[in-house]
């Protein structure tokens, strides 16, 4: 090929080398290289500086190296198309590569668009593109960090990383319509140090049915932040994300797990996030494995639930198997199972509103707001239910407040082995609780027995931000230790209030001490 010190406007073609089958050690402008090959590594260039021109249909073949289209130097406004890598890819080993198209290449090892480069961006969106490119693992790009970049319609079909294998960091990026064969249609990233930032992740796949495969927009990764996570499928679990170390300020929409448990994330711990409509489906298999509509096997802390569904046996609308922080999860639904927002999932200071459970009216199907689980300070309302537990089924309730939840077999409030201590449950359509244990609580049922200790069946005259008024529900509830540590969270109310009032010794019953005037507005 070439090798001089600059070579401008030329076409370089059929040539064959060692190493650098079209160039090398020199600087490329506004030249085409096409059809060269190297027998070790870069089969369009080696160690060029290559800016403003077209490398296509060229290859490398060492199983070591890689870079058929250009092994290390630097890459600038550049088009790639059409060139084969066996191992690495297309662009290998560069320090830079800036502004370019890297389409239709291909890859046997890692990375069949860009691979083992230092740094990948774009300086203003739509001038770095990598897109329609294949390879084992990361169809589009393996390691390095990647900015503002279009990362499109890549595949790894056979293995992980549609998109992205192992990044380094990815920001500013649209991640779209990459497709993996096993784990992060969008990003595998399992070394767990990367952070994604400002990326919108949308219509990626993840198409293996194997037990604990997932993660269709991102496997792993150690932090997202300020991310879009939308309409991502995975054919297992967690369709928006999986195994993600934190999410913060996410959020997850319409992305869904096939067969599997987590639509919108799996064993993942989510702050200040929105779910949105995500969607956990099992194809009619075992319901005891799958379900979360928008998160399974997390924690989440200050986080939105809404419109989140399960169906073919799976349980749980929004959260499975999880613990949450001050979230608010409403008009969320299981479609054939339990726990229309929650299944076995413990809450403090949350709000489950007008969450439901099996609308088509199967009585097995119990728990329109929650089923199982411990709840500190939540509040359950207006939720229903077809089977039993309109408000919630089984469960361990610690100040909690039920109230206008609705269902059709005379189990409106709280249903099953469930222990309430502290509680207030009343004004519930359809129906009496039956609450196997309780202590210092009321509760909406037809007689109080003996495992109802120091409870009353009195109106509590909860007030327009669900506050009760009744002398028998006011201060009467009973103490614990943690409700006057202020590092424990139980110990403020739903409100943000202290568990227990100035001047008193015992909390109210319910999830409020005091008058939540934002909350109460919230409501109506």
């Known amino acids: 090929g070439a090798r001089s010190h600059v ?11 060692q190493r650098g089958g079209g160039a090398a050690h020199l600087t490329v402008i506004a030249s085409v290289i096409t059809n060269c090959t190297a027998k070790v590594a870069g089969g369009g260039t080696l160690d060029v500086t290559l800016r403003d021109s077209l490398v296509a249909d060229c290859s490398s073949h060492n199983s070591s190296f890689g870079g058929g289209g250009a092994y290390s130097g630097s890459v600038s406004n550049c088009v790639f198309r059409g060139n084969y890598s066996i191992n690495y890819g297309t662009i290998c080993n560069a320090s830079k590569v800036i502004d370019s198209v890297v389409t239709n290449n291909t890859a046997t090892g890692w990375g069949g668009g860009v691979s083992l480069c230092t740094l990948t961006f774009g300086t203003a969106p739509g001038k770095m593109v990598i897109a329609d490119n294949k390879a084992g693992r990361g169809g589009g790009v393996y390691n390095g960090v990647c900015s503002n970049a279009f990362v499109h319609s890549n595949k790894a079909a056979n293995d992980s990383g549609g998109g992205f294998y192992r990044p380094s960091g990815v920001f500013g990026c649209i991640i779209s319509n990459n497709v993996a064969g096993s784990h992060g249609g969008g990003i595998y990233e399992d070394d767990y140090k990367a952070e994604i930032r400002d990326s919108v992740i949308v219509a990626n796949k993840m198409t293996s049915t194997s037990e604990n495969k997932g993660g269709a927009g ?35 929409i319409g992305n869904i797990a096939n067969f599997g448990s987590g639509g919108g994330a799996k064993s993942t711990k989510a702050y200040d996030c929105k779910f949105i409509g995500n969607w956990s489906d099992r194809a009619g298999s075992a319901a005891s ?29 929004a959260v499975r198997e999880s613990k949450l922080y001050a979230c608010a999860l409403t008009n969320n639904y299981s479609y054939s199972g339990r726990g229309g927002a929650l299944y076995d999932t413990s809450t403090t200071n949350c709000l489950v509103i007008a969450n439901g459970c099996c609308p088509n009216g199967r009585m097995t199907d119990r728990g329109g707001g ?40 005379a189990r409106a409030g ?20 039956s609450v196997t244990t309780a202590s210092n609580s009321c509760l909406q049922v037809k007689t109080l027995s003996a495992a109802h200790v120091d ?6 005259r909860l007030d327009a931000g669900l506050r009760p008024h009744a002398r028998a529900c006011k201060h009467t509830g009973l103490f614990f230790d943690w409700m006057t540590d202020e590092a424990d969270a139980r110990s403020k109310d739903l409100a943000g209030n202290p568990r227990i009032a100035d001047g008193a010794e015992k909390p109210n019953m319910g999830c409020y001490e005091s008058l939540p005037i934002g909350m109460m507005l919230l409501l109506r």
């Open 218 to 252: 991102v496997y792993g990764c150690k932090r997202l932040v300020h991310c879009i996570l939308k309409d991502n499928i995975s054919s297992r679990d967690g369709g928006g994300c999986s195994v993600t170390t934190i999410a913060t300020n996410c959020v997850f």
């Open 414 to 433: 709280i249903e099953g082995g469930a222990l309430a201590v502290n509680v207030v449950s009343w004004g519930n359509v359809g129906g009496y609780d």
């Open 455 to 460: 409870c009353v069946n009195v109106d509590p």
């Open 7 to 17: 070579v401008a406007n030329c076409v370089i073609r059929n040539c064959y080398a």
């Open 289 to 317: 494995y799958s379900g979360g509509g928008a998160l399974y096997s997390g924690y989440a802390e200050h986080c939105s639930f809404v419109g989140n569904f399960v169906t073919n046996g799976c349980w749980g609308g």
């Open 370 to 409: 929650a089923t199982g689980g411990w709840h500190y300070n939540t509040l359950f309302a207006y939720n229903t239910a077809s089977g039993a537990g309109g408000g919630a089924y089984e469960g361990r309730f610690v100040n909690c407040t039920f109230t206008g939840n609705t269902n059709a077999s």
